[in-house]
């Protein structure tokens, strides 16, 4: 089977850092995703791991650990528009064809002032 | 190219009416994606095509759901028998190869 497990909710204050977890259990695997998502939006791509380390990209840096199964998305010099929800994906062990991402519940992240 | 199309964004639908969503992904893009997002969860995925070819359906996947891609451009979801579960977004996305995907705007659908 397959789970990815994030926190609900996370608050934080503008111009902080914050750290969103992520746990995965997949049947293989062949990377890693966050999105963003505004409400009423559709998820937006922000990182992609698929070897071990950081990626970083702006204010946004993604952490990966295979053999954690484990990764997190951090966010640096917090800005109200970064109150979303994020999503954590994982594609599982590609075949010729390659397979789905599959989908975290995401963490709903509100930023105040 | 503007992006991943969908059509409708809005459907409003009797229970038990069946209902047809329009997905256009980014032209050059062979992988395209068919997801379910109920409020405050995560995309689900439901079904996926490399071109023509459907290649895995959820096992979540009621058979009065099915979907098609028959020039391997456009697809097509299609809901028949609608139950007031089926209320959701549904979301397209696409992909070149196996990198990130681009998703729609999605098909808001309210079965009363």
Redesign the interface.
């Known amino acids: 089977g397959q789970n990815i497990d994030q926190p609900t909710e996370m608050t934080a204050t503008e111009g902080a850092i914050v750290q969103i977890n992520c746990t995965y259990q997949t049947s293989g695997f062949?990377?890693l995703?966050w999105y963003q998502q505004h409400a009423g939006?559709?998820?937006?791509?922000l990182s992609?791991n698929v070897l071990d380390g950081l990626e970083e990209k702006g204010r946004f840096s993604s952490f990966l650990s295979r053999s954690k199964g484990y990764s997190y998305l951090l966010l640096k010099e917090l800005q109200m528009k970064d109150s979303a929800s994020y999503?954590c994906?994982v594609?599982s062990a590609?075949n010729q064809?390659?397979?789905?991402?599959?989908?975290?519940?995401?963490t709903?992240l509100s930023v105040s002032s | 190219d503007t992006g991943v199309s969908q059509d409708p964004r809005h459907k409003i639908t009797k229970r038990g009416q069946n209902v047809t969503f329009r997905c256009d992904p980014i032209s050059e893009h062979n992988r395209l994606y068919w997801y379910r997002q109920t409020l405050g969860q995560g995309p689900e995925f439901l079904t996926y095509f490399q071109n023509e070819a459907q290649l895995e359906k959820s096992r979540l996947l009621s058979d009065r759901f099915s979907a098609e891609r028959p020039k391997g451009s456009f697809s097509t979801l299609e809901i028949q028998r609608t139950e007031q579960g089926d209320s959701a977004m549904y979301l397209c996305a696409s992909s070149p190869f196996n990198t990130e995907a681009f998703f729609g705007q999605g098909t808001r659908l309210t079965v009363v």
């Open positions: 062949n990377g995703f939006e559709a998820p937006t791509f992609y999503l994906a594609r590609a064809a390659g397979t789905a991402l599959i989908f975290g519940k995401g709903t």
